[in-house]
């Protein structure tokens, strides 16, 4: 089995991080999704505690309590949000520099085949030039 070069093995890296990068994004958006039916859900809380409802009012204990509890899984989903769209950060930066790196080591790579090409031109004229067996001349 042939070895891979090196941009072949980043290329592959580079789309494993893409991928991951992906994942991440779709966590947040998620996370995203969690904290609008909270805000939603809290919405409601409200219109139903400042409701002239009498059946409300009977229920306005509850509805504190559950906006309360509503409160406390915003400021989580908050913070988690925010853990979510730095690792999204992290994990672009990781695929940019591995796809820079990538790119630089696949221009090294057709540099060298380019060199080498010029090297065997060069050798083939040499060959050329000289007989194959200089060694061997007939009197």
């Not at 695929?95 to 790579?109: F, S, T, V």
């Amino acid at each position: 089995m042939a070895e891979r070069s090196r941009s072949e093995k980043l290329k592959r890296l580079v789309a494993v991080q893409r991928h991951l990068e992906r994942i991440a994004e779709n966590e947040l958006a998620d996370t995203t999704r969690q904290r609008d039916d909270v805000t939603a859900s809290m919405e409601r809380v409200m219109d139903a505690i400042s409701s002239a409802d009498p059946i409300h009012m009977a229920f306005s204990i509850q509805y504190a309590d559950r906006y309360g509890r509503l409160t406390i899984r915003d400021q989580q989903l908050e913070g988690i949000q925010e853990l979510i769209q730095m690792k999204v950060q992290q994990e672009r930066t990781k695929a940019d520099r591995l796809e820079e790196h990538m790119n630089d080591a696949r221009e090294l790579e057709t540099r060298e085949a380019d060199d080498n090409a010029v090297y065997d031109i060069v050798d083939q004229h040499f060959a050329a030039a000289t007989p194959a067996s200089s060694k061997v001349q007939k009197p």
